[in-house]
């Protein structure tokens, strides 16, 4: 249902990193038809996040598109300045951006691959969540991480990807302290989720039937969660699983 036009200066403003694709599209996507103006930031893909601004258009929210590393802390500083610029506020962050690495043997992971998976699954994290939190101190705000679940499981061939993710676990508790009160700080772990299209054959290292739920997830199983977090105002330092319950196992 798309908001009405006289309405988008008071709506609230989220920025959603990564959000040309996957579930950085569908998260923007889903905030802007509950109503909220939308920052959508891509590194790579423009066409992408292009169609993105289109479609949220469409559902008459208001909307720009920022092209920033999240791996270099200037750029994130000026993607946050340009953000605030245009829309005086900030509401929301969701740390959405992230590289899922194809399979490697411990003894094959290289500096590069460690560095530039790191870098963009934690560091840039707490880059955007540092720039978000210097617009939100004043007046408050939300930060949504993604991390998950290979943040609690080991899996042996995604050695720094594990890593990475658990240290957004980390990172997620130790904010959640560290803004308190005037921020909240909350983490979505998903699973293994599906988006047609979208898949590379890495993703599917489990088989349907291993999971306790026995199917994969789907994009509205995380932007349901999402949607919960940027609504709640009484939840902070929580990791909201969302894996069929794989984390059992």
Not at 65 to 83: G, P, R, W, Y
Not at 203 to 229: F, N, T, W
């Amino acid at each position: 249902m798309a908001i009405k036009q006289g309405d988008k200066k008071d709506r609230k403003v989220a920025l959603v990193t990564g959000s040309g694709r996957r579930l950085g599209r569908q998260s923007a996507l889903a905030l802007a038809r509950d109503g909220w103006n939308v920052v959508v930031n891509y590194a790579h893909s423009a066409k992408e996040a292009n169609e993105t601004v289109r479609e949220i258009k469409s559902l008459g929210a208001d909307v720009i598109s920022v092209k920033a590393d999240i791996t270099s802390s200037t750029e994130v500083e000026a993607m946050f300045n340009q953000a605030f610029g245009h829309f005086g506020r900030l509401d929301l962050l969701v740390n959405n951006a992230a590289i899922f690495p194809p399979p490697k043997k411990f003894a094959d992971i290289s500096d590069g691959l460690w560095d530039y998976v790191l870098g963009t699954n934690l560091t840039g994290q707490f880059y955007c969540a540092r720039a978000a939190a210097r617009i939100m101190e004043q007046h408050g705000g939300k930060i949504v991480n993604f991390a998950s679940l290979g943040g609690f499981q080991a899996w042996p061939d995604f050695v720094a990807y594990n890593v990475a993710k658990a240290g957004v676990v980390m990172l997620t508790k130790s904010l959640s302290k560290a803004l308190a009160p005037k921020i909240t700080v909350n983490a979505i772990a998903p699973g293994t989720i599906i988006i047609p299209g979208e898949e590379s054959d890495e993703i599917r290292h489990i088989e349907e039937k291993k999971i306790p739920l026995q199917k994969y997830g789907e994009a509205g199983d995380i932007v349901s969660a999402l949607l919960y977090l940027a609504h709640a105002d009484y939840v902070t330092g929580e990791i909201l699983l969302v894996d069929g319950g794989r984390a059992v196992l």
